[in-house]
């Protein structure tokens, strides 16, 4: 961003930042790579490290919620079997816990049943859903809540506790259409703070022209981010990919025609001394 120019007043607003226009060859050097506007269903998802076991207070989960959530479980499971409703026997339940930031909690993860995805450590992948366990707010130097879910077992053999890294959890129930665009799109401005989910993309404009355009950031999947922008963009106007390698590229073109052009200078310097050398 800092190698962008000066720019005049455009109907995109102030964001703080310049209009960055590239002449062609940097425009090629750059390759910029661009995205339609449009709309998408995103679903809310979030990667998580998440504790799995079969007891609810070792989780730090609340004991009535979790055996609440537990029973919900097994009514499920039975009513999805013929005849299940006669089962005596209850089948296992696990209890998964994990820790997300307060505003994911309230807004991206907000539903009934949730959905996770996780591979125990030299185990297949399991994906299942459950009823959330109330979440509880924790003080862990910074604003977090602990969500908690109750899901079927299965084939998930668990001894006390067990962590498991890189889960995902999902509200598949949360699906919508959103104007989103692939995650490496969008870049956080370097004086904010790390809670405001805001952020700057670069809106493809004219023949080679790049305006910064501020985005609030919604739902945030794997691959793409829900934005939301401070000005309505037109159905022709394209998105930037991949801005950490915009800066760079553009960077790394200047640098080497300023080397180019120290070269040239050099040399031009050595044959002026030569003719110098001559006529004397």
Known sequence: MALMKPAAKSRLGDTGLPRLELSEAEWKAAGIRTTKRRTMTVTPEITVDVWI??????????ADFAA?????VVEAMAAAEPGGEGNASSPPVLFASCLLPSGVAETVMSGDWLELAFTPAMGERHRERGPVVAARCEIDGERRVRLGLALQAGAVCVEGTMKVHGAVLANPNGAREVLAVPRSCVRRLPDQAADRPEGVILVHVG?????????RLGLVGREVVEIETAVPLRAEEAI??????LDDAVFLFRAGQKQAAGAADRLRYRANLKRADRRQ
């Open 53 to 62: 076991g079969h007891d609810a207070v070792a989780l730090k989960l609340d």
């Open 68 to 72: 609440s959530a537990a029973r919900r």
């Open 207 to 215: 023949e080679r022209a790049l305006a910064p355009v501020r985005v």
């Open 240 to 245: 930037v990919y991949d801005l950490g390698g």
